[in-house]
């Protein structure tokens, strides 16, 4: 697996990422044409993309949002890998390379919002504003996107209640880097 920014891409790679942003987040970007325009904007914004590459195929991608707080604090934005690879550490490549990038940018810290917006979480389906230390502390991230950044060493640092609608949070992540 190779690791390419997104200035080594071909067109029809670029493509292939968009594609897989669509498919593997279809709420966030429900057509190609969607996915297309958020990787243009992230390029455009001066961020970083980067795509995991077999064989010249792209089989994931990773972003991160230009950095605040003095080029400090950087956003992973966004993360999709490729259905039928996942659970192969492209994933987990994607994130240590976004990281890598951000570090030696500077960073700090790196965050991510994970909105919860399928019902997967302990925080999902209840009032947040009813003790939300409590609910924080016995976090549980069943399926959840969260699970696979927690492995990673993200830890829960907030959340945005009803980010996504009535009981849909948005789940804020962080790692010190």
């Given at each position: 697996?190779?690791?390419?920014?997104?200035?080594?891409?071909?067109?029809?790679?670029?493509?292939?990422?968009?594609?897989?942003?669509?498919?593997?987040?279809?709420?966030?970007?429900p057509t190609l044409q969607a996915?297309?325009?958020?990787?243009?904007?992230?390029?455009?914004?001066?961020?970083?993309?980067?795509?995991?590459?077999?064989?010249?195929?792209?089989?994931?991608?990773?972003?991160?949002?230009?950095?605040?707080?003095?080029?400090?604090?950087?956003?992973?934005?966004?993360?999709?890998?490729?259905?039928?690879?996942?659970?192969?550490?492209?994933?987990?490549?994607?994130v240590t390379a976004l990281e890598?990038?951000?570090?030696?940018?500077?960073?700090?810290?790196?965050?991510?919002?994970?909105?919860?917006?399928?019902?997967?979480?302990?925080?999902?389906?209840?009032?947040?504003?009813?003790?939300?230390?409590?609910?924080?502390?016995?976090?549980?991230?069943?399926?959840h996107a969260s699970a696979f950044?927690?492995?990673?060493?993200?830890?829960?640092?907030?959340?945005?209640?009803?980010?996504?609608?009535?009981?849909?949070?948005?789940?804020?992540?962080?790692?010190?880097?």
């Amino acid at each position: 697996m190779d690791i390419l920014p997104a200035s080594a891409l071909t067109e029809t790679q670029l493509l292939q990422a968009a594609q897989i942003l669509s498919a593997s987040l279809p709420l966030g970007w429900p057509t190609l044409q969607a996915a297309w325009e958020e990787l243009e904007e992230l390029l455009a914004s001066g961020g970083c993309l980067l795509a995991a590459l077999e064989d010249g195929v792209v089989t994931g991608l990773g972003g991160l949002l230009p950095p605040d707080y003095d080029g400090r604090v950087w956003e992973l934005h966004p993360l999709a890998v490729e259905a039928s690879r996942r659970g192969r550490g492209i994933g987990r490549a994607l994130v240590t390379a976004l990281e890598d990038t951000a570090r030696a940018r500077g960073g700090l810290l790196m965050w991510l919002g994970a909105d919860d917006e399928q019902g997967e979480t302990s925080l999902s389906h209840t009032d947040l504003f009813d003790n939300l230390p409590r609910r924080l502390a016995s976090f549980d991230p069943g399926r959840h996107a969260s699970a696979f950044y927690m492995k990673l060493g993200y830890q829960v640092i907030g959340v945005v209640p009803d980010a996504n609608g009535p009981g849909k949070p948005d789940i804020l992540l962080g790692k010190r880097l």
